[in-house]
């Protein structure tokens, strides 16, 4: 028996704290039945309770009992929605009682584009290996690559060769010159990464969507029958997404930033938040996100704060810089286009005339020949195998590659009148950051509402992380004026054995291009090879060091001031002036905007129109 004028009573709340809990006083004539009684309604999920005390205190305060319980009660359920909101929003939507602005927030995705997914992959089930008992065995890591191509050397892979469709590998055969590690009492004291995003389903309405398509309801109608090593497409769909990411891709960014950390992890403050930026298209925005959880684990935004920035026209940014580039969407900048259609129809005319011979009244061309060819590295990325890839021999994937080369080239190298400018703006900001200022004029692309801030274009990182496209980045390194990707490339051939412009080892899905800034004591010198340790006299000295898909870039082959050293670094100072006239270099104003006509391929060398 409770005490006298004391009611002990067990209250269980529903669990969801979102239920409304309602109290009510019970008339003269309930009190006997139910003194108190409290219905806790649960949408139906639960039958209502009722709870009675053993024992009913005075009348008088008996209302100020139920007054201050209910009370109590939804003091606990509004701390409770304030907490689920917290959790929810904390990491993109205040800083104590600050909103924070729209260009840090991730969630929502803004202007994200297309975002079609596309058949699930079976791979377990449709992996056609081994292809013979001579065969050695190779597991699938994830992708499907051991393919019997014909007269392919030992070891010579066909996914090393798909221009910026290959899935990512380190730069196989670097850019003549050696790798060296720093010498002792040397350190890296900067980095910055410009990352391209990871493998993903062609873009919107490409060629090969369009023939893959028209493919598939050709068979689909019993319009067509085919035969032999191409008696696969009889059953085949056409079943790839658009845009977004492919789970390889996921993984190309995740393996980036735990490679990341391992090289670069001591450079991170722990006591900062790093600011990394990004473009607001989904592919952009989740390759940045899993490049940050490979590299600071999945709590990555307790380390780093992730600014996108718009992607699409007429919005100026600097990581999609043809966005507010007018001309480099025209056909004054296609040279490039039109040197590839050149070299497709030399190295592709054996290939269709085999595959004709199998396609019964299906009248192959040579651009259906080359779609063809492209499906390729987009099913392998998205199922982990394709048939599509071995009906080709191992020269004509070599052909396939070089004419990637040449549409690169004449669209966003120096073959091209826009190929500077597209880079421009992130070679400013580079340089903004390399000497401290803001930039608070608009000169190019860049976001001058971001960049004349320090919160959204901080000067004192140690680490820098900005992700971007393939083609940008190509323009950034001819912005950046590093000739010796400038030399013409013949488009009737024969393929250059020597070349350095091979965009399968430029700009694959997962490109990256590191540039490090290195403190050394002394100056370094300039031949390593002997003793890779040796200084030489004088004091402090910082160098700037380009890697490209983890291999060093020579500066030395592009600035003749930097000397032919054979660790490709280059003395900062010495670097820096070499770009000091690279924004007029670039004539971005005309480039982009300026009223000239289409000129052959390579009649333009620097990048920019003819004067």
Known sequence: MAPKGEAYKELHLPEHADIPLQC??????????????????????????QLTPPSQPPRGRKSTVT????????????????????????????IGTTTIPQYFQTTGESFAGPTATGRTPFLAQNDPVPFGASRSFVAN??????LPIIGAPQNASIFHLMGQLSPYFPNPSGFGVDEYSLPRGTTITQVHVLHRHGSRYP????????FGKALAELVAGGNVNFTGALSFVNPWT??????????????????????????????????TKIIARTTTQDRMLKSAEYFMAGFFGLEWTRNATLEPIIEGDLFNNSLAGYDNCNNSNLAVAEGGTNASTQWQNVYLRNATARLQSMSGNFQWNISDTFNAQTLCPYETVAYGYSDWCDLFTYEEWLGFEYSIDLSFAGNNYFQSPTGRAVGI???EELLARLNSHLLTTATAQDN?????????????????????HDTNIAAVLTALGLKQFAPLLPAQGPIPSNRSLIVSHLQPFGARVDI??????HPVSATRRDNPDEYSDGGPTQYIHFLINQRTLPLGKSFPECGQRTDGWCELPTFLNTQKDSLAKARYDESCNGDYAAVPYGTVTDGVPLS
């Open 203 to 210: 873009t919107t309405d490409a060629a090969v969507e369009r």
């Open 516 to 521: 490090e800034i290195i403190s050394a004591p």
């Open 24 to 49: 009510r006083e019970v008339r003269s004539g309930e009190e006997e039945e139910a003194p108190y009684t409290y219905l806790l309604e649960a949408d139906d999920r639960e039958p209502h309770q």
């Open 448 to 468: 001058i509402t971001l960049d004349n801030n320090t919160v959204t274009f901080p000067l004192n990182q140690t680490l820098y992380f900005d992700f971007s």
């Open 67 to 94: 007054m201050l319980i209910c009370l109590f009660v939804l003091l606990i359920l509004g701390l409770l929605s304030l907490a689920l909101d917290y959790v929810e929003d904390s990491t993109s939507t205040s």
């Open 141 to 146: 890591t994830p992708l499907e690559t051991a």
């Open 425 to 427: 703006g992130y070679v």
């Open 238 to 271: 056409y079943g790839l997404g658009a845009e977004i990411l492919v789970p390889v891709g996921r993984q190309e960014l995740f393996d980036s930033g735990v490679l990341h950390y391992y090289n670069y992890g001591n450079l991170y403050n722990t006591s």
